[in-house]
Each structure stands twice: as structure tokens, then as C-alpha cells.
């Protein structure tokens, strides 16, 4: 079944039209599709019904174009690669006198306040669905969304794998080197792993099963 996805203002939602119908999609309505997206293909998802011109409004949804020259996820790794590379020059200034074990308490905070962040504006936005949307559901659905394309499938396989290989690495390696370089590298490639979900189903047209159809 043909499908068109429109991004809202938030990025956690997602308008989608199907047969003349509208639907609203929650991108983080699982802590499973969070840390593992791909689930996003594989498991159904829960869609809301609603009044198009109304849910428009409210959430206020972008009808532009999707940008032809959109920074590819490639790109964006390249830069990544580069700012690395940059950065080994000054990583002799960063190095603190500490045990593994000094090190490994200081990344489990570090992650630990990571999660608390993304658990906190995930539940704000959640909030604030409730609160503009909830009252003009009509129904709810259960689909399977396929990726747009073979080469969105591949980019955003790619992008989860990328920030998720350096993630661990700098992680593990703060641990043994105990250099702060590092932990903030590990914290901005977590940031981005925490968000990466919104990659999955993106804008424009794809296909659609609904479950029970």
C-alpha cells in the first residue's frame, strides 16, 4: 500500500497519508527502536488516525520538497573522520592520571546522564503529543513501513553503524587511555545514536502493510 510521509515541526513525528487518510507516527513510541532503528522495518508500529486539517495546525507539518542536496550521511562521516584526525594533535593536553576503574566510573556517569537526557525530552515530547494530538484520534492502527528506497536502506543502516563503531571505540578506549578527548567524542557519537531513529522513515513515498489487512 503506497504511503507519503511528511515531517511535523518535531522531529519525533511523522504525517503519514495513506488511501485519502491521515496518520500520525511516534518515532520513539519504543526504547527498542531507539537503540536498535532497523526494528522500525521489522516490527509493526503504531499509527494514529486523525482529522488532516486539523492535526496540520497543530503540528504544523512541512509541505516543502524534500532538498535535493541534502548533506549525505557519507558526507557527514567524512567530516567526522577529518575533525578526528584533527583533533589526535591535541590529544596529549587531555590526558588525565587515573585508574581504569576511575575511568570506567566516570563513563558509566557520563552515559548515565546521556540517558537521563534522552529519557527526560522523549517524555516532554511524548507530553506534549498527548496534549495535541490525543484529543483527535479517531483510531489506531498497527503497520509495517518499509525504507523509501535500497539506498535509504543503506544509508541509514550505514549511519547507525558508523556512530555506533566509533561510539564503543571511543568508549573503550577513554576507559584504557583516560583521555577526555575521547569521552567527549563517545558523548556526541551517543547524542547522535540517541536521535538516528528519525533516519528510518523519512520523507516522501513508500510502502505500507497495515496489520489484520
Given at each position: 500500500?503506497?504511503?507519503?510521509?511528511?515531517?511535523?515541526?518535531?522531529?519525533?513525528?511523522?504525517?503519514?497519508?495513506?488511501?485519502?487518510?491521515?496518520?500520525?507516527?511516534?518515532?520513539?513510541?519504543?526504547?527498542?527502536?531507539?537503540?536498535?532503528?532497523?526494528?522500525?522495518?521489522?516490527?509493526?508500529?503504531?499509527?494514529?488516525?486523525?482529522?488532516?486539517?486539523?492535526?496540520?495546525?497543530?503540528?504544523?507539518?512541512?509541505?516543502?520538497?524534500?532538498?535535493?542536496?541534502?548533506?549525505?550521511?557519507?558526507?557527514?562521516?567524512?567530516?567526522?573522520?577529518?575533525?578526528?584526525?584533527?583533533?589526535?594533535?591535541?590529544?596529549?593536553?587531555?590526558?588525565?592520571?587515573?585508574?581504569?576503574?576511575?575511568?570506567?566510573?566516570?563513563?558509566?556517569?557520563?552515559?548515565?546522564?546521556?540517558?537521563?537526557?534522552?529519557?527526560?525530552?522523549?517524555?516532554?515530547?511524548?507530553?506534549?503529543?498527548?496534549?495535541?494530538?490525543?484529543?483527535?484520534?479517531?483510531?489506531?492502527?498497527?503497520?509495517?513501513?518499509?525504507?523509501?528506497?535500497f539506498k535509504h536502506f543503506i544509508?541509514?543502516?550505514?549511519?547507525?553503524?558508523?556512530?555506533?563503531?566509533?561510539?564503543?571505540?571511543?568508549?573503550?578506549?577513554?576507559?584504557?587511555?583516560?583521555?577526555?578527548?575521547?569521552?567527549?567524542?563517545?558523548?556526541?557519537?551517543?547524542?547522535?545514536?540517541?536521535?538516528?531513529?528519525?533516519?528510518?522513515?523519512?520523507?516522501?513515498?513508500?510502502?505500507?502493510?497495515?496489520?489484520?489487512?
Open positions: 500500500m503506497k504511503c507519503e510521509v511528511q515531517k511535523a515541526m518535531n522531529i519525533r513525528f511523522r504525517i503519514l497519508k495513506i488511501e485519502g487518510n491521515t496518520y500520525i507516527l511516534d518515532m520513539s513510541q519504543s526504547i527498542w527502536k531507539i537503540v536498535f532503528p532497523f526494528l522500525t522495518w521489522i516490527i509493526p508500529l503504531t499509527i494514529y488516525k486523525v482529522d488532516g486539517e486539523e492535526i496540520n495546525k497543530k503540528l504544523q507539518f512541512s509541505t516543502t520538497e524534500p532538498k535535493k542536496n541534502n548533506i549525505s550521511i557519507l558526507l557527514l562521516a567524512g567530516i567526522g573522520i577529518a575533525l578526528g584526525n584533527l583533533l589526535t594533535a591535541l590529544t596529549d593536553y587531555f590526558y588525565i592520571q587515573s585508574t581504569m576503574v576511575v575511568n570506567s566510573i566516570i563513563a558509566g556517569i557520563v552515559m548515565g546522564i546521556i540517558i537521563a537526557v534522552r529519557f527526560v525530552l522523549s517524555n516532554r515530547n511524548k507530553k506534549n503529543f498527548y496534549q495535541r494530538v490525543a484529543p483527535n484520534v479517531l483510531s489506531r492502527e498497527r503497520i509495517w513501513i518499509r525504507p523509501k528506497s544509508q541509514a543502516l550505514f549511519g547507525y553503524i558508523f556512530f555506533l563503531v566509533f561510539f564503543i571505540a571511543m568508549f573503550v578506549l577513554f576507559i584504557t587511555d583516560g583521555n577526555i578527548m575521547l569521552i567527549i567524542s563517545a558523548t556526541i557519537f551517543a547524542l547522535a545514536l540517541s536521535v538516528i531513529d528519525v533516519l528510518y522513515v523519512v520523507e516522501g513515498h513508500t510502502t505500507v502493510k497495515f496489520k489484520g489487512k
